[in-house]
């Protein structure tokens, strides 16, 4: 079986570091990764090409896209694609973060999934993937036993801190 893959599609290269974010996540997982840049705002044509490149290829695949201030780019890439689309908007703080509604509100029929933190976006493409892939999911797996170990590490390192007067 050929190897899932997630496609990150940025709007700018300007989302250069948020990627790197997510790609981070994704190769922590083993994942397959391509990154490319093409907006739909300007150069729809391109976009629309590389889309039906991508499509004709077999593999099982997530769009991850990330494109802040007018997000067109997830509406765009779900509207043609069959793959399920994770938008991963970058928040940009001059806006005061009200460019995050241009991800959340899209027309009828276009459903990308929305994670703002870029290491959920590549879990949530891993959790995908997972279901055509079991050593993605053993991964997956085996990466949320060693949170909640540290979580419960962490519990019981807190515990200790207890003053011996609130023991008696």
């Known amino acids: 079986m ?7 599609l940025m709007g700018s290269r300007s989302d250069l570091e948020h990627a790197r974010a997510v790609i981070r996540a994704l190769e922590e997982l083993g994942i397959d990764w391509e990154l490319r840049v093409a907006s739909a705002h300007k150069v729809p044509d391109y976009l629309l090409g590389m889309l039906r490149q991508y499509e004709a290829d077999p593999r099982p695949k997530v769009y991850i ?8 780019l997830s509406g765009l890439v779900d509207g043609q694609v069959l793959a399920p689309v994770i938008a991963c908007p970058p928040i940009s703080e001059s806006f005061g973060g009200a460019d995050i509604f241009s991800s959340l509100r899209m027309p009828g029929g276009i459903a990308p999934a929305v994670v703002l933190d870029p290491a959920g976006a590549a879990l949530l493409a891993a959790k995908i993937l997972g279901l055509h892939d079991a050593s993605i999911r053993e991964r997956v797996a085996a990466m949320q ?3 909640r170990q540290r979580l419960l590490a962490d519990d019981e390192a807190v515990r200790a801190l207890r003053p011996a007067a609130q023991e008696a």
């Open 65 to 72: 896209t990330i494109a802040g201030r007018s997000n067109a």
């Open 2 to 8: 050929a190897r899932p893959l997630v496609v990150i």
């Open 145 to 147: 036993a060693q949170s």
